[in-house]
């Protein structure tokens, strides 16, 4: 092995490395009940923006309020994943 070999080695695990400690993901998705599968849809057809400018009809609003510590609601589906 050459120096340089070692060096490609070394950067690859450490990649690696990263990759391995990176958290799982745990964001629930968009759910695929009665109630949201009409986004489901309007995503398939018309992607994320169109179908995100529902979300707040019910999300929000008051009995519905967003979890404690829940990042700024927007862009719903950058997270909530529809597609699974
Ligand atoms: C008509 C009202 C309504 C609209 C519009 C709506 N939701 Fe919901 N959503 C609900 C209700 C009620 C629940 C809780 C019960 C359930 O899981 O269906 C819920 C639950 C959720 C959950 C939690 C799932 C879980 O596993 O805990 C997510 C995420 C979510 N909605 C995302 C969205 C997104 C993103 C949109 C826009 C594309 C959206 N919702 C539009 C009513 C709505
Ligand atoms: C930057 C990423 C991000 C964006 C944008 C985002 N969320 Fe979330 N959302 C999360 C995470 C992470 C959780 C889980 C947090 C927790 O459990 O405290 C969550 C939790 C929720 C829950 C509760 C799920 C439960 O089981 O209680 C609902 C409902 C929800 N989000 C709806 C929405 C809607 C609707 C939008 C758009 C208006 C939105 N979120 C935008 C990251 C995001």
């Keep these: 092995m050459t120096k340089r070999d070692i060096i490609t080695l070394a950067v690859g695990l450490g990649v690696v490395a990263v990759l391995l400690a990176a958290p799982e993901e745990t964001t629930p998705?968009?759910?695929?009940?009665?109630?949201?599968?009409?986004?489901?849809?309007?995503f398939r057809a018309e992607g994320k923006k169109a179908a995100e400018k529902f979300c707040k009809d019910c999300h929000g609003q008051e009995g519905m309020e967003f979890p404690e510590g829940?990042?700024?609601?927007?862009?719903?589906?950058?997270?909530?994943?529809?597609n699974r």
Excluded: G, M, V
């Design 70 to 82: 829940h990042p700024d609601p927007n862009r719903c589906l950058f997270c909530h994943k529809a």
């Design 29 to 42: 998705h968009l759910p695929t009940d009665s109630t949201h599968e009409k986004f489901h849809q309007i």
